[in-house]
């Protein structure tokens, strides 16, 4: 219970002050802070980790950065990419350097940044054009803007590669939902139906087909 896992990170606290806590253990430090909801306290055992890193502990701090994103403290996994890039920027291999750009630009998305994001992702799928996550946030990124050709094709570009299908076609639905685009949308929608149905997709493909009956 939480009560168990406070205890442990008080234990781990007075290992660390002992100067004795290894990179794991701190990880776990922070984990536990963050499964508190103190993203401050975690940064401080994560960013105490790195300094133990090697190359091969990249992995568990890009997830680490990832997970702050994810739950939106942008400060504090900027920081960690920040310090990611200066004591294992040497270390880190293609796919770890993309991970890292691929948070920046969420967390540039989530302040409002949009342009920054776009020159973010844009360089993620220059390296890698098979980069479906990518490329699905560029196009939901261009139609936020109105720019639906290049929304559309980076859509259609996501929509070939495997696994990323059926993301990518409920991704470009909904940007023709927002332009009122009803009936162009539910072709698309019908489509990732087909690959893998779920409830909130039937609800969201039923409310479309409505507003298409009522548009004419």
Known sequence: GKGESLRAAQN??????????DLNTLML?????????SPDLALSAYMAA????TARDGRVLIRAAELLART?????SAAMIRRLRSELSAELDSAQTLQLLTIEARIARAEGDGPAAVELLQ?????????GAALIELGTL??????????INRFEQAEKIEGFEREALVAHAQALVRQRDYK??????RR??????DANLEDYTARVERAARDQG
């Open 142 to 151: 261009y139609a936020e803007e109105d720019a639906m050709a290049e929304a």
């Open 72 to 76: 939106g403290n942008y400060d504090q």
């Open 192 to 197: 990732a139906l087909q690959l893998e149905t």
């Open 123 to 131: 360089r993620i799928v220059e390296q890698d054009a098979l980069n």
């Open 12 to 21: 781990f606290e007075i290992v660390r002050r002992m100067g004795a806590a």
């Open 50 to 53: 790195s300094e133990q890193a």
């Open 29 to 37: 430090l922070g984990n536990i802070y963050m499964n508190h909801d």
């Open 184 to 189: 162009e949308a539910l072709p698309l929608l």
